[in-house]
Every structure is written in structure tokens, then in C-alpha cells.
């Protein structure tokens, strides 16, 4: 259920409209603080001041210690209070080197503060509000003796008098004198202590040292000074210890009372002073709430204004009765109504506040310190804003500014052709509806209700157009005002209901009602024969011709959205070819052959139109699509891989047949929602994978009725798991001899979106000599990689930077593996340019067989020092087997070394370290506590090594380890059984002194 705002916290949202000027200091927590004309002015005089670390903790509690602190501040200045020293202690607890010895003993010398009885004056310990309050009225003049500020019952007296003054005025919840008070709550008491008036005693009579006041304090007079508080010949603290403070009286641009802050020429800033806040409401107010809430009296004795967003309401008087039950023009849900008195001046505001929904129109541009807003429902109800430069801000304005993108909501107030607020507005995702009233209300399948705010125009179509079809299986998304009022609704343009259909043929075509069988898309990268319902209906990509007009269509080649009934028939709506009006979501066809697509060149224009330009960002789904001649020419037949985002992708678009280029999708915002490619994958490093191990798990999903099957690979240089998602096993089958997967071999693989494997084709051409081109992926020996033969390539386009694998076989006697610096040489002559240049971050995969038992692997990343490391660590540079070389712009981001020779590792000293095997873990305990332990007959390199290398292990299989006992480790795993038994095999050896772990 959604929890509605009070209408406190409402308040606290219209109270960030005043704008805190550059004299004003800036925290870091400020979104935090509810007293901000209190704290901005009491910091900026220096009476309280933040941490070093930019915050003002507002709700951290002040110390007697920080007060005296605050007292000494604002009597005698920030800068002379600082030079406070104490000559003796003046407390036994509070030492003459203490941070507060000076204020403590000033503030005691002067009356204003006491210690206990004990001696001591607990500098440390929290201030009750009583307390606190009872230091202000002593800066203030009261005496304590005189106004009964001792004794059993003295904070009565001092609650009476602090009230009395309004030293609490502002105050959003009663004022509790037993509770401690926070910074924030100080800052507030000791700002109104500003503006109070300073005391003094009719006679006093001096005896000895000690002075007794008379009994009756009189407002101190001000005749000689400037009155910067109040115009009113009396002494305000402020007038008297702080000369160069100064506040005005103004209104706001809602036309509220506001007091603007001068210190010192510069100004502090500018708020709402909500001491004359009569009350408030949301929603409709009628003329008998503002009669109850003003009374008779001051309704007829005073001038009263009514303002809507800052215009002049024109108030009628007679609207204003006990008996006017109907609401007040201007007010409705979503509305703010704030009612102020100004007793000094005899006139009393009414201020009514409109929030409205804004959008970005774009990107916050920092350059310019601007962000451009749409404000929807602003003037009239119409769904756009004026268009002009008065609905901009600046991140100098509003924090939110900064992080704002195109699309972005915000709730904002709006007067004098300005923003004057701005917030984020809550939204709930994901929203089915099960009834709707126009102008009124939705309620959605769980039974939540929204009433509509007063403003709430976006979006027009989406508000005013529900129908059937239009609830059916759609989803919304609902923008909330502050007190939860549905300000706006949208249909969540899922990336899922759209498709794209490569061609159709229709049947049944002499009834109305004639169907059509499509090949289509979808964003997962599957693709399926789909039955469309009504071919009289759906139309081609022009939306006038039928389908059911024509015999079918093989290069249809459209986007469309989609619906699905009950039988599993789909309803298809071809996608608009332009962003025009209300439309949202468009489609295009760059057909320019040869263009790129990646992280550089990220624009698709339509280019038979010359229109559509649009743009992929991480969002962007790319479809690499399958294309065959099955009978009528190329079609599009399938998805080879699923990439989402531009930086994932290097594509290259055939443009030069059909279907050929890439058909996009995009939205207003003109970023591609998806793209459907033919064109060379480029890129795809990260596409190719090593495979080092049969299928190894096998998972069942009874629920879905589906199987997930795992198989190790190695891609760019890192061990991953290979997953397929199906009912049978297609793509990463077991080893043999019909073109199922290979241990060993290489794989160019496709993902859905949900990264299962959709297909794996194997690499079996690998190039050599005259038959590199420009089309070459992979290439067979280094000295071809380099072009070192004697006859040229076939083809003179042919280029290093397109390769992504390269394979040397290696022979003892005859090559030999060697690195120098970044060139990794695979020549007797280490000096002859047949080298490949690798990343100084390479990652290294060795593969290597002992004690005639094949398949043992290593894996070396920066930590473990790459393949300088991996090299090092190989039983000879002169081997039989094979490296292969992962590249990318004609560098090797990673490298795979198989040695088929039986041998044993070394060590950095050359020395060969005993191996361990760490053979079993078992359940010990029903609590999943388990104890791995070393195989019998097998000692560690050192235990200090074998419990890290037992540890990583552990870890990286799940489970959590809490404890070592000389051997053996104790460790967790959530989901494990008592009784149940876990093998779990390592292999633990040092190579260049550090500790690595792999698979046994």
C-alpha cells in the first residue's frame, strides 16, 4: 500500500522553495536540516558551525559544554570568544587546557551557566532544552535569582518566560523542556534569541562584590543605534552584539511573508516566515475551513489577499463564512493552501501552491549550467508548458539539476516565470489496472487507489483514452505528487512487446478473418514461426497495405508491437516510420555498407529516407541476425548473437544486398531501443571461447519445466561457465566425433539476452598465407599473422587489427616460447620479427599434463603476474603443444599456453614444490558448519600457504569461511544438509611466490 506524506513533511517540502544565497554557508547534510533560515544565520555570524567534514549534523545532540560555547560566541563574537582562556579551572572536571575552558568559565563569571553541587560541570553530558533555554535568557539580561530560575521548581519559570519571548517560536512539535536538545533545535532557540528583546532591572544594589538586581526587569530601550531586528526603539541581542545583521521584511514569489537576511552588505538569504503560518491544507479548502481557521475578528478587521502560484486570487471576503461549504477556486488535490497572519500590518495571505510534473528535455548540460523542462499542465491543463527560457534551471539552483538525464520526472512549484522548487516524485513501477475513472482515480489489480492531482495532464492519451484493449495485459507506470496523487501515468513501453518480422505468407484468405504464419524476433534474440490473427487488419510497414491483400511477403523485414491471445494468435501493429505528434517510438533502415557500429560511431540515420538519426547507448540492444538463401533469394532466417550496449559491440553493416544494413528501433528521446544488424562481427574477442572441460552440471527447473546445462570455457584470458536453457541439450554437447562440442577447441558463441547459450559455431578456418583477406578471423602460425612469407596475401585488404585468434603450434627442436618485454617470440631466432605484441595486463591460461594425467590448468592475472608468470613457470621454453593468442587491434589481450608434454612445475627458484591436494570436505554438524582437510599422505608448502590456497578454494565454490584449527578449516555454506558429503578437489602449488589455486 502506498504510504501517504502527513502534511508536515508536505510543509518541509515547501520550505525548500526559499533560495539560501552565496552568503549563506552550504553543508553537505542540508537536505537534512529543518531549520534552515535558523541554522543559515546562526552559521553565517559564526555562532554555530559545522564539521570539518562539511556537515552540520542537525540532529546530533548539543553538549554543555558546545553550549557555553554558543552563549560566549554570540555575546561576545565569534573571533574574541575564540581568545577565551580560563587563568584556573574553573570546574574540577573541566581542566584549563580543556576545549571549552574558556566559554565554561566566562559563562559561569558572568552568571549565566552553574555547575552541580559535586564540583564538576559535566562538559560532555547533553543539555535539556530547559537548560539551554536558561542560558539564552541569561545572555538575554534575566536574572536567575530574581526570576526564579533556582530551585525545585524553577523550570516552570524558565519554560514560561523562554515561551512568553518565543525562543521557541518555529518549533514544528510542542516544545518539550525534559528532552535534549539537538544542534539544529539550538540553532533555532539561540536565532530567536537574536530577535528578542535584551532586559534590565529597575534598581540594583551592590554589597561587597556581589550585585542584587531589583525586582523587576524592564526592555532595554534603543535610541541611538540602527534597528536592524525591528523598528521598535527597543534592543533586540542582535542590535546590541551583532551591528552589521540586518533583516528585511518581504513576500516570496508565492507571495508568502518572508524576512530576507543582510551580514556584513552581503546577503544570507531569504525565507518564509512561517511564525506567521496560521495553518495549512491539501486538497479542496472551503470558505467555512478559512473562516474557522482566521476568525470573525480578523477576517473583518484586517486586509486579506488570495494568491494562486504567485498571482494576485482577487480575495472576496463574502466567499469566507461558517456556512460556505464549497470549495474555494484554485484548490483541489495535489494543492497546497498555506493561510499567514501579519499581526503588525493587519493583513493576512492566503497562498495557494500548485505542483506540477516537469520532464527533462534532454541531458543536464554542464558547460552551460542548464537543464531544459517540459512542465506539464501549467497554464489551462494543457499537456505542454510554455516553451520558453523560464522553465530552465541550473544545478546552482537545484541540487538535482546535476544528475538529470533526458526523460527525467520532477515534481516542481512554479511562480514569476520561475521554478521555484524542485523534487523527485515517487513512482510506482509495474502497475496493471483494474479500473479506471476519467478525471478521477485509478485502482490497480492490487487494490491500491489514486486520485488524480489537480494537475495531472501527462500523458493526455494515457489519462483520457482508457479503453479496453488499452487495460488489457498493459502495464503503467504511476508519478505520485508529494502527497500521494497520481500527478502522472504512463504505458511502460516494454522492450519486450516489440518484434520484428523478417516475411509472412497468409492462408485462409478468402474469410475475414484470414490468419498469416510470420517469421519473427524477438528482443531475447529468439526466433519463432508466429500465427498472426486478422491479416485483413495487419498491415505492412507503411501501415496501408494488408497482408491479406498480398500472398506474402519474404523481406518484410518490419518492426511492429504485439499482442497475444488466449489461443497464442498475435495481434501486430507496425511501429510508426517517424517521430511525429504523440508518437513515441519509431523505426528506421541505415542501409550505408561498410558503416560501423561501436563504441566510437554510435549513430544509425535512415538513409532511403534521409530522416531518422538516432543513437545507441547502453541500453541498445543489437540483434546480429543469420542470413540465408532459402529458395527466393538472401532472407533473414535467425539471431547468431545478442549484445546489449554499445560498448559491447564492433559491428561492420553489409549493406549491399537485401535484406542488408541495420533496422532500428528508437524512441523520442532519439536513442536506439534495438537494432536488428546484418552485418561482419568484429569484435567479438569476448564471442570466441576455449573450451577446457565437459559439461559439468546439470540443473532442472520443475516450475518452468526447463533444463540448465554448465560447461567451462576460457574467454579473454578468464575461466566462465557456459550455460544452455532448454529441454534438451543442443549446443554444448558432450565430445565426439559428429560436430558436437569439443573439449579444445574453439567456439564463437551467441548469447540470448539472458546470456544462455543460442549457438555455437566452431572455428575450423584458420588462415594461412594466401588465404588471408579481409575477412580472415582466425590465423594459423605467428610468421602468417605477420605477413613474413614470401609470396603476398591473396588479398591486399587483409588486416591485423581484424584477427581476433591466432594459433602457433609449437615443436621441441624447432620453436621455442619466449617474451621480451611485450613481444611474445615463437622462433629459434628470437631477434626475427615473428613476435605478437600482448597487453602489459594479459592474462594467461597454461594447460598442462603430469604425471600422465592431462587436463591440469593454471590462471594468471595481474596478481599472479600474466604470462610472464605463466612462461616462468613452464617446465621448458622448447614443449610440444599449442599457444593461442586472443586478440584485438592487432594486439593479444590474452594467451593460452597447452603443453602436451608430461612434466612438473617449478617454482621461481626453480626448485619443485610439493604439491598438495586438498580432498574432501564433509558435513560435520547439521548447522552446515563443514571441515576440509588435506589427503591423507600429502603435507602443504606451508601452512600458511595451503590455508590460503584451501581458503580461495572454498570461497570460490560458496562457501564462507569462519575459522581455522592447525589443519583443518571451518567453514559455511547456506543450502547444505546434515549427513550429506561434498567432494571437492584442488591442487595447491607457488609459482614466482605466490599462491595459486585451480581445479585438480
Not at 542537525?58 to 557555553?68: E, F, I, K, N
Not at 547502453?618 to 535467425?638: H, M, P, R, Y
Not at 613452464?874 to 589481450?893: P, R
Request: glycine share 8%; net charge negative.
Amino acid at each position: 500500500m502506498k504510504k501517504f506524506l502527513s502534511l508536515v513533511l508536505a510543509l518541509i517540502m515547501t520550505m525548500s522553495l526559499v533560495t539560501i544565497s552565496a552568503g549563506a554557508k552550504d553543508f553537505t547534510d542540508d537536505d537534512k536540516v529543518t531549520y534552515e533560515e535558523a541554522v543559515a544565520v546562526m552559521s553565517e555570524i559564526g555562532v554555530i558551525d559545522g564539521y570539518t567534514d562539511g556537515t552540520f549534523k542537525p540532529q546530533s545532540g548539543l553538549t554543555r559544554g558546545a553550549a557555553a560555547k554558543i552563549i560566549c560566541n554570540m555575546i561576545l563574537g565569534p573571533t574574541t570568544a575564540a581568545a577565551l582562556r580560563a587563568d584556573t579551572a574553573p570546574f574540577k572536571d573541566v581542566p584549563v587546557d580543556h576545549t571549552f575552558a574558556g566559554y565554561i568559565a566566562y559563562c559561569a563569571q558572568q552568571g549565566i551557566i552553574s555547575g552541580y553541587t559535586d564540583g564538576s560541570f559535566r562538559p560532555a553530558a547533553p543539555l535539556t532544552n530547559f537548560a539551554f533555554m536558561k542560558m539564552l535568557l541569561g545572555a538575554l539580561g534575566y536574572n536567575a535569582e530574581v526570576e526564579g530560575y533556582v530551585g525545585g521548581n524553577c523550570f516552570i519559570n524558565v519554560a514560561k518566560q523562554a515561551i512568553g519571548i518565543g525562543l521557541n517560536a518555529g518549533l514544528t512539535e510542542d516544545f518539550d523542556g525534559g528532552k535534549y536538545a539537538t544542534r539544529e533545535e539550538a540553532a533555532l532557540f539561540a536565532f530567536n534569541t537574536l530577535k528578542a528583546t535584551m532586559v534590565d532591572y529597575d534598581t540594583t544594589i551592590t554589597v561587597g562584590n556581589v550585585t542584587i538586581a531589583g525586582s523587576r526587569a524592564y526592555e532595554v530601550s534603543n535610541n541611538a543605534r540602527v534597528e536592524g531586528i525591528k523598528e521598535d526603539n527597543k534592543m533586540q541581542f542582535a542590535e546590541k552584539y551583532f551591528t552589521k545583521l540586518s533583516v528585511e521584511a518581504s513576500t516570496d514569489a508565492f507571495e508568502r511573508p518572508t524576512n530576507d537576511w543582510t551580514y556584513d552588505k552581503k546577503a544570507v538569504g531569504s525565507f518564509v516566515d512561517y511564525t506567521k503560518l496560521v495553518t495549512s491544507f491539501e486538497g479542496e479548502v472551503t470558505g467555512k475551513d478559512l473562516y474557522n481557521a482566521l476568525t470573525a475578528a480578523t477576517i473583518k478587521n484586517n486586509t486579506g489577499y488570495v494568491f494562486i502560484d504567485g498571482k494576485d486570487g482577487k480575495f472576496n471576503a463574502a466567499a469566507l463564512g461558517k456556512n460556505k461549504t464549497e470549495a474555494l477556486y484554485g484548490t483541489d488535490n495535489g494543492v497546497l493552501t498555506e493561510v499567514y497572519f501579519d499581526k503588525d500590518n493587519s493583513e493576512f495571505t492566503i497562498a495557494v501552491i500548485n505542483t506540477y510534473l516537469a520532464e527533462a528535455d534532454a541531458d543536464y548540460n554542464e558547460k552551460m549550467d542548464n537543464l531544459s523542462l517540459t512542465i506539464y499542465g501549467l497554464e489551462g491543463g494543457v499537456k505542454t508548458a510554455k516553451e520558453d527560457d523560464d522553465a530552465d534551471v541550473s544545478a546552482d539552483d537545484f541540487a538535482l539539476v546535476e544528475d538529470a538525464e533526458d526523460g527525467d520526472f520532477f515534481l516542481v512549484t512554479y511562480a514569476k516565470d520561475a521554478v521555484q522548487s524542485m523534487e523527485l516524485p515517487e513512482i510506482v513501477e509495474d502497475v496493471t489496472l483494474k479500473s479506471f475513472k476519467k478525471t478521477s482515480s485509478v485502482t490497480t489489480t492490487e487494490g491500491d487507489t489514486y486520485k488524480y492531482s489537480s494537475s495531472a495532464t501527462y500523458d493526455v492519451e494515457v489519462l483520457d483514452e482508457y479503453d479496453q484493449d488499452n487495460m488489457k495485459e498493459t502495464t503503467y507506470k504511476v508519478y505520485l505528487d508529494t502527497y500521494g496523487h497520481l500527478i502522472g501515468i504512463e504505458i511502460v513501453e516494454d522492450v519486450k512487446n516489440y518484434v520484428f518480422v523478417t516475411g509472412y505468407e497468409t492462408f485462409n484468405s478468402v474469410l475475414s478473418n484470414a490468419k498469416a504464419e510470420a517469421f519473427a524476433i524477438f528482443m531475447d534474440g529468439t526466433a519463432e514461426t508466429i500465427t498472426v490473427k486478422d491479416a485483413a487488419k495487419t498491415k505492412e510497414g507503411d501501415n496501408s497495405t494488408a497482408w491479406k491483400a498480398l500472398t506474402g511477403n519474404e523481406k518484410l523485414n518490419t518492426w511492429y508491437t504485439y499482442k497475444t491471445d488466449k489461443n497464442g494468435y498475435y495481434t501486430l501493429e507496425p511501429v510508426a516510420q517517424n517521430i511525429t505528434g504523440d508518437v513515441k517510438v519509431a523505426q528506421g533502415w541505415d542501409q550505408t555498407n561498410d558503416k560501423e557500429l561501436n563504441k566510437n560511431h554510435v549513430s544509425l540515420k535512415d538513409t532511403a529516407g534521409d530522416k531518422n538519426h538516432a543513437y545507441a547507448n547502453d541500453d541498445t540492444i543489437f540483434l546480429t541476425a543469420k542470413v540465408k538463401n532459402v529458395g527466393k533469394g538472401e532472407q533473414i532466417t535467425g539471431v547468431a548473437a545478442v549484445a546489449t550496449g554499445i560498448k559491447n559491440v564492433n559491428l561492420k553493416l553489409d549493406g549491399t544486398s537485401n535484406p542488408e544494413g541495420a533496422y532500428f528501433l528508437y524512441g523520442k528521446n532519439g536513442y536506439i531501443i534495438a537494432a536488428v544488424v546484418v552485418a561482419d562481427d568484429l569484435a567479438a574477442s569476448s564471442n570466441y571461447a576455449y573450451i577446457i572441460g565437459s559439461v559439468s552440471q546439470e540443473d532442472y527447473d520443475s516450475a518452468e519445466d526447463v533444463w540448465t546445462w554448465h560447461r567451462s570455457a576460457v574467454i579473454d584470458g578468464k575461466e566462465v561457465v557456459l550455460k544452455e536453457q532448454g529441454t534438451s541439450l543442443t549446443y554444448l554437447g558432450k565430445d565426439a566425433d559428429n560436430g558436437n562440442m569439443q573439449t579444445y577447441g574453439w567456439y564463437k558463441m551467441s548469447y540470448d539476452a539472458d546470456g544462455y547459450v543460442m549457438g555455437a559455431e566452431p572455428v575450423t578456418d584458420w588462415d594461412t598465407g594466401a588465404g588471408l583477406d579481409k575477412d580472415t578471423i582466425a590465423v594459423d602460425h605467428v610468421v602468417y599473422f605477420n605477413n613474413g612469407i614470401s609470396s603476398a596475401p591473396a588479398d591486399s585488404s587483409y588486416d591485423k587489427e581484424d584477427v581476433v585468434l591466432v594459433r602457433q603450434n609449437m615443436t621441441a627442436g624447432s620453436t621455442k616460447l619466449t617474451l621480451e618485454g611485450h613481444t611474445v617470440y615463437v622462433s629459434e631466432d628470437p631477434t626475427h620479427d615473428y613476435g605478437i605484441d600482448i597487453m602489459p595486463d594479459a592474462d594467461a591460461v597454461l594447460i598442462y599434463k603430469k604425471d600422465g594425467k592431462d587436463g591440469k590448468k593454471a590462471f594468471f592475472n595481474e596478481e599472479s603476474g600474466n604470462v610472464a608468470a605463466a612462461i616462468k613457470m613452464m617446465e621448458s621454453d622448447d614443449f610440444n603443444g599449442v599457444v593461442y593468442f586472443v586478440m584485438k587491434d592487432g594486439v593479444a589481450t590474452s594467451v593460452i599456453i597447452k603443453c602436451t608434454d608430461n612434466w612438473t612445475t617449478k617454482d621461481a627458484e626453480g626448485t619443485t614444490p610439493i604439491i598438495t591436494d586438498v580432498a574432501k570436505v564433509e558435513i560435520s554438524t547439521a548447522t552446515t558448519t563443514v571441515t576440509l582437510t588435506l589427503a591423507e599422505g600429502k603435507t602443504a608448502i606451508t601452512p600458511a600457504a595451503a590455508k590460503a590456497a584451501a581458503g580461495v578454494a572454498l570461497e570460490d565454490d560458496g562457501y564462507v569461511v569462519t575459522g581455522w584449527n592447525n589443519m583443518a578449516v571451518t567453514a559455511t555454506k547456506a543450502g547444505l544438509s546434515a549427513n550429506s558429503e561434498v567432494t571437492f578437489d584442488v591442487v595447491v602449488y607457488q609459482a614466482n611466490g605466490t599462491t595459486v589455486v585451480v581445479p585438480a
